[in-house]
């Protein structure tokens, strides 16, 4: 699975938390900067959640994409973004 999106945020921290099984990575870029990766989970594993953390200077578009790959058994895939104080 290849999903891309981009959202505007407010300035802050923020919360990203993705499940999964398999593996996982999850970049994101801020505006026009270089792509970073905040999660790196490619692994044959159960169900697992990770999580990372990011902050904004200020209000701007942020752009995410997300690998994910299945081998066996459950196909389990859930991405969520939040406000971290």
């Known amino acids: ?18 499940r ?3 593996g ?11 792509a970073q ?3 790196d989970a490619w692994t044959w594993h159960v169900p697992q959640t990770d999580t990372a953390t990011f902050e904004l200077a200020r209000d701007t578009r942020v752009a995410f994409h997300v690998e994910h790959f299945e081998l066996d058994g459950w196909a389990t895939l859930a991405f969520a973004l939040e406000r971290s104080e």
């Open 37 to 39: 990766r905040l999660v």
């Open 24 to 34: 996982v990575r999850v970049d994101v870029r801020v505006g026009d900067e270089r």
């Open 1 to 18: 699975t290849i999903a891309e999106s981009s959202i505007l945020l407010t300035g802050g921290k923020w919360l990203l938390r993705v």
């Open 20 to 22: 999964s099984d398999d």
